[in-house]
């Protein structure tokens, strides 16, 4: 009686954790109620997951009393998987494959011996602030938080 | 490249997820989450909103030192150096496979490379194929009459406008310079590739730049779905 409820609990945190990733994979089309839902899930799984976690503790401890030690195995178990899916749920795993790069250092031009004349560069300009990105490590990191002439800007490929 | 303030607030962005290959990035402040190539906000409390092109660059180093020589290079983060792309990446990202639907009407393939300009909702696409064979486009967009113009390094793509002081000139490339010049037919005046008037009648004008954005056909067709495509030796319209 109480052991399905909580694998139920578990099983639909994973759920609301893993859709998110298996709709926003690169080589794969996104439509636009994908995108909707990835948003929604992953912006209230944190919560969610928290609350399905305080149910699931609560009826652990009912059911605790008095168990087996298969069950109690299970139920410590699929306490075990829930915690790493709420883990899961409150990270930006984007940003484990590019990292981001919080603090950008600069060279002036004669030091910049990490690129090449043919190198491309990404360039802006703000009240007489010059910066280039060069495209090759931008491409990685994807976007960079930064200041120009006073300005902030992010700059992204 | 987009300016971070929007509404006076100051927002700091995160890659958070990909979509039809354009990555969606999210806002520390709301929540909020951005397409990257449109700057719209596409889900949150933000949603329909639109971020504010800040003008830019793509080129070769080369020329961007030579017309910036007090400028500064972002400097590679040591710590994922070796994830960074090889030199000839394009090569490779060229043959990644794409998920939109592909229509057979296309000229261009998927992943050919474009440069799209779009002017007051009027988008067209120029292959970078054609910008190679033509190095000057003389063209229009919608109604504004402007030029294209590929670097003496036959990669950086820079745009800019025909009219100059309420006239519409016709620019042509200056035989046998090093670096690269432009003469307009009307004046005789020579430019160069920052658009400045560096001899003649028009000397010390700037030509006014106008946005570029190098992208493959696909996803430029993806956020402008009425583009129209440039053709190779097509007639200038007026």
């Given at each position: 009686?109480?052991?399905?409820?909580?694998?139920?609990?578990?099983?639909?945190?994973?759920?609301?954790?893993?859709?998110?990733?298996?709709?926003?994979?690169?080589?794969?089309?996104?439509?636009?109620?994908?995108?909707?839902?990835?948003?929604?899930?992953?912006?209230?799984?944190?919560?969610?997951?928290?609350?399905?976690?305080?149910?699931?503790?609560?009826?652990?401890?009912?059911?605790?009393?008095?168990?087996?030690?298969?069950?109690?195995?299970?139920?410590?178990?699929?306490?075990?998987?829930?915690?790493?899916?709420?883990?899961?749920?409150?990270?930006?795993?984007?940003?484990?494959?590019?990292?981001?790069?919080?603090?950008?250092?600069?060279?002036?031009?004669?030091?910049?011996?990490?690129?090449?004349?043919?190198?491309?560069?990404?360039?802006?300009?703000?009240?007489?602030?010059?910066?280039?990105?060069?495209?090759?490590?931008?491409?990685?990191?994807?976007?960079?938080?930064?200041?120009?002439?006073?300005?902030?800007?992010?700059?992204?490929? | 490249?987009?300016?971070?303030?929007?509404?006076?607030?100051?927002?700091?962005?995160?890659?958070?997820?990909?979509?039809?290959?354009?990555?969606?990035?999210?806002?520390?402040?709301?929540?909020?989450?951005?397409?990257?190539?449109?700057?719209?906000?596409?889900?949150?409390?933000?949603?329909?909103?639109?971020?504010?092109?800040?003008?830019?660059?793509?080129?070769?180093?080369?020329?961007?030192?030579?017309?910036?020589?007090?400028?500064?290079?972002?400097?590679?983060?040591?710590?994922?150096?070796?994830?960074?792309?090889?030199?000839?990446?394009?090569?490779?990202?060229?043959?990644?496979?794409?998920?939109?639907?592909?229509?057979?009407?296309?000229?261009?393939?998927?992943?050919?490379?474009?440069?799209?300009?779009?002017?007051?909702?009027?988008?067209?696409?120029?292959?970078?194929?054609?910008?190679?064979?033509?190095?000057?486009?003389l063209?229009?967009?919608?109604?504004?009459?402007?030029?294209?113009?590929?670097?003496?390094?036959?990669?950086?793509?820079?745009?800019?406008?025909?009219?100059?002081?309420?006239?519409?000139l016709e620019f042509f490339?200056?035989?046998?310079?090093?670096?690269?010049?432009?003469?307009d037919a009307e004046?005789?005046?020579?430019?160069?590739?920052?658009?400045?008037?560096?001899?003649?009648?028009?000397?010390?004008?700037?030509?006014?730049?106008?946005?570029?954005?190098?992208?493959?056909?696909?996803?430029?067709?993806?956020?402008?779905?009425?583009?129209?495509?440039?053709?190779?030796?097509?007639?200038?319209?007026?």
């Amino acid at each position: 009686m109480i052991l399905p409820i909580l694998i139920l609990l578990a099983a639909t945190s994973v759920i609301i954790v893993a859709i998110p990733v298996f709709v926003n994979m690169p080589f794969k089309p996104q439509t636009v109620a994908g995108v909707e839902w990835s948003y929604r899930l992953r912006r209230f799984s944190p919560l969610t997951t928290a609350v399905a976690l305080i149910l699931f503790l609560a009826l652990c401890v009912r059911l605790w009393q008095g168990s087996p030690w298969q069950i109690r195995l299970t139920m410590t178990l699929l306490l075990a998987v829930f915690i790493s899916f709420i883990w899961f749920s409150r990270q930006n795993y984007f940003e484990w494959a590019f990292r981001p790069l919080p603090n950008p250092d600069y060279a002036a031009i004669a030091e910049a011996t990490f690129i090449s004349g043919s190198d491309m560069v990404l360039a802006v300009e703000i009240n007489g602030d010059a910066v280039a990105y060069p495209v090759r490590h931008i491409a990685y990191h994807h976007l960079i938080n930064d200041l120009v002439g006073g300005r902030p800007i992010t700059a992204t490929y | 490249m987009w300016e971070s303030e929007f509404d006076g607030k100051k927002l700091k962005f995160h890659l958070v997820a990909i979509n039809n290959q354009n990555f969606i990035m999210q806002d520390e402040e709301t929540g909020t989450w951005w397409q990257q190539v449109s700057g719209e906000a596409i889900q949150g409390p933000l949603k329909g909103k639109r971020l504010t092109q800040a003008f830019h660059d793509e080129l070769s180093f080369a020329i961007w030192k030579r017309e910036h020589p007090s400028g500064r290079v972002l400097r590679p983060d040591e710590r994922v150096r070796q994830k960074y792309e090889p030199a000839n990446w394009e090569e490779d990202a060229a043959k990644q496979p794409v998920v939109t639907p592909v229509s057979p009407n296309d000229k261009l393939q998927p992943r050919a490379l474009v440069v799209g300009i779009e002017i007051n909702g009027k988008a067209v696409a120029y292959p970078q194929s054609a910008i190679e064979k033509q190095r000057l486009i003389l063209h229009s967009v919608g109604a504004t009459p402007l030029f294209i113009l590929l670097g003496e390094d036959n990669k950086s793509v820079r745009a800019f406008e025909r009219e100059v002081d309420g006239r519409t000139l016709e620019f042509f490339v200056k035989a046998d310079a090093t670096p690269l010049q432009i003469v307009d037919a009307e004046t005789g005046t020579t430019w160069n590739f920052s658009g400045k008037a560096i001899n003649g009648p028009l000397v010390g004008k700037q030509l006014k730049r106008v946005a570029v954005l190098k992208d493959y056909w696909f996803d430029w067709k993806l956020y402008h779905p009425d583009t129209s495509v440039y053709i190779l030796g097509e007639s200038l319209k007026q």
